[in-house]
Protein backbone atom coordinates (compact mmCIF):
# COMPACT_ATOMS: atom_id res chain seq x y z
CA UNK A 1 0.00 0.00 0.00
CA UNK A 2 1.23 3.17 -0.98
CA UNK A 3 2.24 5.62 2.28
CA UNK A 4 0.95 8.62 2.40
CA UNK A 5 1.68 10.23 5.78
CA UNK A 6 3.97 9.40 8.14
CA UNK A 7 2.33 8.21 11.48
CA UNK A 8 3.47 6.77 15.12
CA UNK A 9 2.82 3.23 14.78
CA UNK A 10 4.65 2.25 11.83
CA UNK A 11 7.19 4.48 13.28
CA UNK A 12 7.87 2.71 16.29
CA UNK A 13 7.26 -0.71 14.48
CA UNK A 14 10.70 0.00 12.17
CA UNK A 15 12.02 1.68 15.46
CA UNK A 16 11.51 -0.82 17.47
CA UNK A 17 10.71 -4.26 14.55
CA UNK A 18 7.54 -4.48 16.46
CA UNK A 19 4.30 -2.98 17.37
CA UNK A 20 4.91 -1.11 20.51
CA UNK A 21 1.71 -0.80 22.48
CA UNK A 22 0.58 2.26 24.59
CA UNK A 23 0.07 2.14 28.20
CA UNK A 24 -1.13 4.97 30.07
CA UNK A 25 -0.53 6.39 33.15
CA UNK A 26 -2.08 9.10 35.41
CA UNK A 27 1.03 9.95 38.09
CA UNK A 28 -1.09 12.25 39.62
CA UNK A 29 0.15 15.66 39.01
CA UNK A 30 -2.17 18.54 38.52
CA UNK A 31 -2.06 21.74 35.97
CA UNK A 32 -0.91 25.53 36.82
CA UNK A 33 -4.58 26.16 34.29
CA UNK A 34 -6.44 24.55 36.90
CA UNK A 35 -4.71 24.90 40.68
CA UNK A 36 -4.76 28.29 40.93
CA UNK A 37 -1.10 29.27 40.07
CA UNK A 38 -2.36 30.53 36.51
CA UNK A 39 -5.89 29.76 36.62
CA UNK A 40 -8.62 27.36 38.38
CA UNK A 41 -11.62 26.76 35.50
CA UNK A 42 -8.69 25.57 32.62
CA UNK A 43 -8.37 26.00 29.12
CA UNK A 44 -11.69 27.03 27.74
CA UNK A 45 -12.55 23.21 26.37
CA UNK A 46 -10.39 21.25 28.99
CA UNK A 47 -12.62 18.65 30.45
CA UNK A 48 -9.57 16.29 32.09
CA UNK A 49 -12.25 13.57 31.27
CA UNK A 50 -12.81 13.56 27.90
CA UNK A 51 -8.95 12.79 27.31
CA UNK A 52 -8.15 10.67 30.88
CA UNK A 53 -8.35 7.00 29.94
CA UNK A 54 -10.47 4.79 32.33
CA UNK A 55 -8.12 2.66 33.20
CA UNK A 56 -5.97 5.25 34.90
CA UNK A 57 -6.31 6.09 38.54
CA UNK A 58 -3.90 8.65 40.39
CA UNK A 59 -4.18 6.50 43.66
CA UNK A 60 -2.59 3.49 42.16
CA UNK A 61 0.98 3.82 42.28
CA UNK A 62 2.97 4.84 38.67
CA UNK A 63 4.70 1.00 38.86
CA UNK A 64 1.51 -0.67 39.77
CA UNK A 65 -0.68 1.03 36.83
CA UNK A 66 2.08 -0.04 34.28
CA UNK A 67 2.14 -3.37 35.44
CA UNK A 68 -1.76 -4.16 35.15
CA UNK A 69 -1.40 -2.10 31.40
CA UNK A 70 1.48 -4.42 30.50
CA UNK A 71 -0.33 -7.42 31.78
CA UNK A 72 -3.29 -6.67 30.36
CA UNK A 73 -2.12 -6.16 26.69
CA UNK A 74 0.38 -9.07 26.66
CA UNK A 75 -2.38 -10.95 27.23
CA UNK A 76 -4.44 -9.49 24.99
CA UNK A 77 -2.58 -8.86 22.38
CA UNK A 78 0.45 -10.75 22.74
CA UNK A 79 2.18 -7.21 22.99
CA UNK A 80 5.95 -7.40 23.73
CA UNK A 81 7.08 -3.88 23.92
CA UNK A 82 5.44 -0.25 25.46
CA UNK A 83 5.56 2.68 25.49
CA UNK A 84 4.73 4.65 28.60
CA UNK A 85 2.41 7.65 28.06
CA UNK A 86 1.98 10.16 30.87
CA UNK A 87 -1.10 11.82 29.76
CA UNK A 88 -3.88 13.55 32.16
CA UNK A 89 -3.30 17.15 33.36
CA UNK A 90 0.63 18.67 33.46
CA UNK A 91 3.27 15.85 33.51
CA UNK A 92 6.58 17.67 33.94
CA UNK A 93 4.40 20.20 36.72
CA UNK A 94 6.18 18.67 39.92
CA UNK A 95 9.40 19.06 41.56
CA UNK A 96 12.67 17.03 40.37
CA UNK A 97 12.79 14.40 42.73
CA UNK A 98 9.27 13.30 42.13
CA UNK A 99 9.30 13.45 38.52
CA UNK A 100 12.64 11.24 38.22
CA UNK A 101 10.92 8.79 40.49
CA UNK A 102 7.52 9.05 38.19
CA UNK A 103 9.59 8.50 34.73
CA UNK A 104 12.28 5.79 36.61
CA UNK A 105 9.16 3.61 37.73
CA UNK A 106 8.08 4.00 34.29
CA UNK A 107 10.73 2.99 32.75
CA UNK A 108 11.75 0.19 34.86
CA UNK A 109 8.47 -1.65 33.75
CA UNK A 110 8.85 -5.16 32.05
CA UNK A 111 9.73 -4.25 28.23
CA UNK A 112 9.10 -0.73 28.44
CA UNK A 113 10.88 1.00 25.45
CA UNK A 114 10.21 4.52 26.47
CA UNK A 115 8.11 7.31 27.51
CA UNK A 116 5.56 9.89 25.91
CA UNK A 117 4.84 12.64 28.14
CA UNK A 118 2.48 15.52 27.96
CA UNK A 119 2.90 18.82 29.51
CA UNK A 120 2.55 22.63 28.90
CA UNK A 121 5.47 24.38 27.29
CA UNK A 122 5.69 26.69 30.73
CA UNK A 123 6.14 23.56 32.89
CA UNK A 124 9.62 23.09 31.57
CA UNK A 125 13.29 24.15 32.54
CA UNK A 126 16.75 23.29 32.11
CA UNK A 127 16.93 21.43 35.26
CA UNK A 128 13.72 19.07 33.94
CA UNK A 129 15.29 18.75 30.44
CA UNK A 130 18.84 17.51 31.86
CA UNK A 131 16.39 14.61 33.28
CA UNK A 132 14.87 13.66 30.73
CA UNK A 133 17.80 13.97 28.42
CA UNK A 134 19.83 11.77 30.61
CA UNK A 135 16.94 9.19 30.69
CA UNK A 136 17.11 9.96 26.93
CA UNK A 137 20.73 8.35 26.66
CA UNK A 138 19.11 4.80 26.97
CA UNK A 139 15.49 4.83 26.25
CA UNK A 140 13.36 6.60 23.89
CA UNK A 141 11.63 9.97 25.47
CA UNK A 142 9.49 11.95 23.61
CA UNK A 143 7.76 15.63 24.97
CA UNK A 144 4.56 16.22 24.12
CA UNK A 145 3.92 20.14 24.40
CA UNK A 146 0.23 21.20 24.12
CA UNK A 147 0.32 24.33 21.81
CA UNK A 148 -2.95 24.66 20.46
CA UNK A 149 -2.56 27.19 18.00
CA UNK A 150 0.57 29.56 16.78
CA UNK A 151 -1.96 32.28 17.35
CA UNK A 152 -1.56 35.07 20.38
CA UNK A 153 -4.74 36.09 19.69
CA UNK A 154 -6.22 32.05 19.94
CA UNK A 155 -4.44 31.70 22.91
CA UNK A 156 -5.98 33.99 24.73
CA UNK A 157 -9.07 32.85 23.78
CA UNK A 158 -8.45 29.48 25.00
CA UNK A 159 -7.13 30.79 28.35
CA UNK A 160 -4.04 28.66 27.73
CA UNK A 161 -2.43 30.82 30.36
CA UNK A 162 0.66 31.22 27.55
CA UNK A 163 1.57 32.94 24.33
CA UNK A 164 3.29 31.01 21.38
CA UNK A 165 6.97 32.59 22.50
CA UNK A 166 6.89 30.09 25.58
CA UNK A 167 6.67 27.56 23.18
CA UNK A 168 9.34 28.69 21.01
CA UNK A 169 11.31 28.92 24.13
CA UNK A 170 10.02 25.37 25.29
CA UNK A 171 11.60 23.98 22.11
CA UNK A 172 14.78 25.66 21.85
CA UNK A 173 15.74 24.90 25.59
CA UNK A 174 14.52 20.90 24.00
CA UNK A 175 16.62 20.90 20.91
CA UNK A 176 19.52 19.14 19.95
CA UNK A 177 19.62 17.24 23.60
CA UNK A 178 18.44 13.47 22.18
CA UNK A 179 14.74 14.37 23.06
CA UNK A 180 12.09 13.72 21.01
CA UNK A 181 10.14 16.70 20.69
CA UNK A 182 5.62 16.60 19.94
CA UNK A 183 3.62 19.25 19.59
CA UNK A 184 -0.27 19.39 19.70
CA UNK A 185 -2.44 21.70 18.14
CA UNK A 186 -6.16 22.09 17.59
CA UNK A 187 -7.93 22.91 14.40
CA UNK A 188 -11.26 24.69 14.58
CA UNK A 189 -11.10 27.17 16.52
CA UNK A 190 -13.51 30.49 16.20
CA UNK A 191 -10.44 32.89 16.53
CA UNK A 192 -9.29 31.53 13.35
CA UNK A 193 -9.59 31.71 9.55
CA UNK A 194 -8.92 28.03 7.85
CA UNK A 195 -6.11 30.27 5.72
CA UNK A 196 -4.71 30.48 9.30
CA UNK A 197 -5.10 27.24 10.57
CA UNK A 198 -3.43 25.86 7.70
CA UNK A 199 -0.69 28.52 7.65
CA UNK A 200 0.05 26.43 11.26
CA UNK A 201 2.05 23.73 8.81
CA UNK A 202 4.58 26.33 7.13
CA UNK A 203 5.14 27.54 10.46
CA UNK A 204 5.85 24.58 12.25
CA UNK A 205 7.12 22.47 9.45
CA UNK A 206 9.96 25.18 10.30
CA UNK A 207 10.84 24.14 13.91
CA UNK A 208 12.58 21.46 15.37
CA UNK A 209 9.63 19.23 16.09
CA UNK A 210 9.59 15.17 14.87
CA UNK A 211 5.89 14.69 15.84
CA UNK A 212 2.45 16.05 16.06
CA UNK A 213 -1.09 15.72 16.72
CA UNK A 214 -3.87 17.29 15.40
CA UNK A 215 -7.52 17.28 15.99
CA UNK A 216 -10.74 19.11 15.64
CA UNK A 217 -11.95 21.66 18.42
CA UNK A 218 -14.42 19.18 20.09
CA UNK A 219 -17.03 21.28 22.44
CA UNK A 220 -17.54 19.28 25.12
CA UNK A 221 -19.63 19.41 28.79
CA UNK A 222 -18.69 21.09 31.68
CA UNK A 223 -16.10 23.81 29.98
CA UNK A 224 -16.19 27.07 29.58
CA UNK A 225 -16.07 26.63 25.79
CA UNK A 226 -19.79 24.43 26.30
CA UNK A 227 -21.02 28.06 27.80
CA UNK A 228 -19.88 30.67 24.80
CA UNK A 229 -21.25 27.55 22.67
CA UNK A 230 -24.55 26.95 23.71
CA UNK A 231 -25.12 30.71 24.41
CA UNK A 232 -23.87 31.60 20.88
CA UNK A 233 -23.03 28.70 18.56
CA UNK A 234 -20.03 28.93 16.59
CA UNK A 235 -19.08 26.94 13.37
CA UNK A 236 -17.65 23.74 14.15
CA UNK A 237 -15.78 20.94 11.29
CA UNK A 238 -18.25 19.19 9.45
CA UNK A 239 -16.83 15.31 8.76
CA UNK A 240 -16.41 16.28 5.51
CA UNK A 241 -14.94 19.61 5.92
CA UNK A 242 -12.53 18.21 7.96
CA UNK A 243 -11.45 15.69 5.80
CA UNK A 244 -10.55 17.89 4.01
CA UNK A 245 -8.86 20.35 6.06
CA UNK A 246 -6.55 17.91 7.23
CA UNK A 247 -5.40 16.41 3.88
CA UNK A 248 -4.73 19.87 2.76
CA UNK A 249 -2.66 20.27 6.00
CA UNK A 250 -0.52 17.16 6.31
CA UNK A 251 0.07 18.19 2.20
CA UNK A 252 2.12 21.36 3.68
CA UNK A 253 3.45 19.72 6.54
CA UNK A 254 6.92 18.63 6.61
CA UNK A 255 7.42 14.87 5.38
CA UNK A 256 9.55 13.51 8.07
CA UNK A 257 7.21 14.80 11.03
CA UNK A 258 5.37 11.93 12.54
CA UNK A 259 1.88 12.48 12.88
CA UNK A 260 0.56 10.61 16.34
CA UNK A 261 -3.44 11.85 16.07
CA UNK A 262 -5.64 12.82 13.55
CA UNK A 263 -9.05 13.49 15.07
CA UNK A 264 -10.51 13.54 18.48
CA UNK A 265 -13.28 11.21 19.46
CA UNK A 266 -14.60 12.95 23.16
CA UNK A 267 -17.23 9.98 24.14
CA UNK A 268 -20.69 10.68 23.41
CA UNK A 269 -21.67 11.04 26.57
CA UNK A 270 -19.88 14.32 26.93
CA UNK A 271 -19.81 15.29 23.40
CA UNK A 272 -21.36 18.76 22.15
CA UNK A 273 -20.40 19.57 19.07
CA UNK A 274 -19.55 18.79 16.33
CA UNK A 275 -21.60 15.18 16.33
CA UNK A 276 -20.13 13.13 13.42
CA UNK A 277 -21.80 9.26 14.20
CA UNK A 278 -18.44 7.88 13.27
CA UNK A 279 -16.40 5.39 14.84
CA UNK A 280 -12.57 5.73 15.15
CA UNK A 281 -12.15 2.97 12.67
CA UNK A 282 -14.45 4.21 10.20
CA UNK A 283 -12.57 8.52 10.39
CA UNK A 284 -9.15 6.01 9.39
CA UNK A 285 -10.45 4.69 7.20
CA UNK A 286 -12.40 7.79 5.20
CA UNK A 287 -9.07 9.76 6.10
CA UNK A 288 -6.93 7.10 3.58
CA UNK A 289 -9.53 7.26 1.09
CA UNK A 290 -9.35 10.57 0.87
CA UNK A 291 -5.91 11.02 1.01
CA UNK A 292 -6.14 8.04 -2.20
CA UNK A 293 -8.70 9.85 -4.04
CA UNK A 294 -7.08 12.94 -4.00
CA UNK A 295 -3.77 11.47 -4.30
CA UNK A 296 -2.39 13.55 -1.92
CA UNK A 297 0.77 12.70 0.27
CA UNK A 298 2.57 14.68 3.21
CA UNK A 299 4.58 16.94 2.19
CA UNK A 300 3.83 17.52 -1.16
CA UNK A 301 2.92 21.06 -0.42
CA UNK A 302 5.64 22.07 1.81
CA UNK A 303 6.74 25.34 2.16
CA UNK A 304 10.15 23.80 2.87
CA UNK A 305 10.19 23.12 -0.49
CA UNK A 306 9.17 26.26 -1.78
CA UNK A 307 12.39 27.98 -1.53
S1 LIG B 1 -5.90 21.36 28.62
FE1 LIG B 1 -4.07 20.78 29.75
S2 LIG B 1 -3.13 22.74 30.24
FE2 LIG B 1 -5.25 23.19 29.75
S3 LIG B 1 -6.33 23.15 31.71
FE3 LIG B 1 -6.51 21.12 30.79
S4 LIG B 1 -4.84 19.96 31.69
FE4 LIG B 1 -4.37 22.12 32.00
Avoid at 267 to 272: Q, V
Amino acid sequence: MVKRYNSFGPYLKKKFGTIVYKVNVDAGFTCPNRDGTLGVTGCIYCNNSSFRPSECDPDIAVAKQIKDGIYYLSRRYKAEKFLVYFQPYTNTYASLPELEKAYREALAGPSVVGLAIGTRPDCIDKDKIELLQSLARDHFILIEYGLQSIYDKSLNYILRGHDYQTFLDAVALTSDKGIHIGAHIIAGLPTETREETLAMADELSGLSIGFLKIHQLQVVKDTPLAAVYLREPFPTFSYKEYLDFLVDFIERLAPGIVLQRFFATSPDSILIAPIWGKSRQEIILDIEKRFTERNAFQGSKCACYRH
